[in-house]
């Protein structure tokens, strides 16, 4: 697929809403792994990845891969190594890798960080995640200042501090709930893309679209298998699972 290809597969799965990011892990450097689930993203049907910030990493991407590959950070001057390897696209986050360690990141910090990154970076595409510590109202206005400030693409976030109650369906619906929240208030307050990731599996990704989301972003769900073959049937029940709401989109028109 040629690079025109790539950009125009990528906007207009933003457009119709059908965008599916898999996501290595912000602190995975692991070649083997990181070989693995961009290989199972790019069989199962996924409209990009998502890796570390790193240039050796994303030169062995890139020729493993043609899916755009966006590069995760929380230190700005990271990606402009990684954009020189050939990052297609940049994310500030993905924070859950942080939390765990007492790591918070609060509003005032992503924007500046986000300023930082456009300033460096003026015109690659930018996705911004939004803290899930933030209320909701929090949340919104975070997200309005960061697209003045040049995010094209909002993430939402909030799956892997979830502490479900049950098990099964329903449990699934409990650890997605916080990035679902999210997604519909800020997709319905931005003009940009939003992308509901953390926690979310093939139950709830139509869910985060029907909110407003114009994709989902799964990361655990793919990464931490061990078999590649589990991760590419995992990409593609992700897939058919959003293939539905488009199904019942056209069915109502």
């Known amino acids: 697929m040629t690079i025109s290809n790539q950009t125009a597969a990528f906007q207009r799965a933003l457009s ?10 912000l602190t995975n450097l692991n070649r083997q792994n990181v070989a693995d689930v961009v290989k199972a993203a790019q069989q199962g049907g996924a409209t990009f990845v998502d890796i570390a910030a790193d240039a050796d990493l994303v030169r062995l991407v890139k020729n493993l891969i043609d899916l755009p590959v966006c590069v995760s950070a929380v230190d700005p001057a990271q990606f402009v190594s990684a954009v020189d390897a050939g990052a297609d696209l940049i994310e500030i986050g993905n924070f859950d890798a942080f939390y765990a360690q007492g790591r918070r990141f609060e509003g005032p910090e992503v924007l500046a960080l986000t300023e930082q990154t456009r300033a460096l970076l003026p015109n690659i595409t930018l996705s911004v995640t939004v803290p899930h510590i933030l209320t909701l109202d929090a949340q919104v206005q975070l997200s309005e200042a960061l697209v003045a400030a040049g995010a094209d693409i909002i993430q939402t976030e909030g799956g892997t501090s979830s502490t479900p109650t049950h098990g099964g369906v329903l449990g699934l ?11 519909h208030v800020i997709s319905h307050a931005v003009d940009v893309p939003v992308l509901c990731a953390s926690g979310i599996s093939d139950v709830t990704a139509p869910m985060a679209l029907a909110a407003g989301a114009a994709g989902v972003g799964v990361g655990s769900a793919v990464h931490k298998l ?21 199904t019942a989109k056209a069915a109502v028109r």
């Open 173 to 183: 619906i409990e650890k997605a709930a916080p990035t679902l929240a999210a997604a």
């Open 226 to 246: 061990n078999d590649p073959l589990a991760m590419v049937a995992v990409v593609r029940s992700l897939v058919e699972a959003m293939q539905t709401v488009q």
């Open 16 to 25: 119709t809403s059908s965008a599916l990011k898999i996501i290595s892990g």
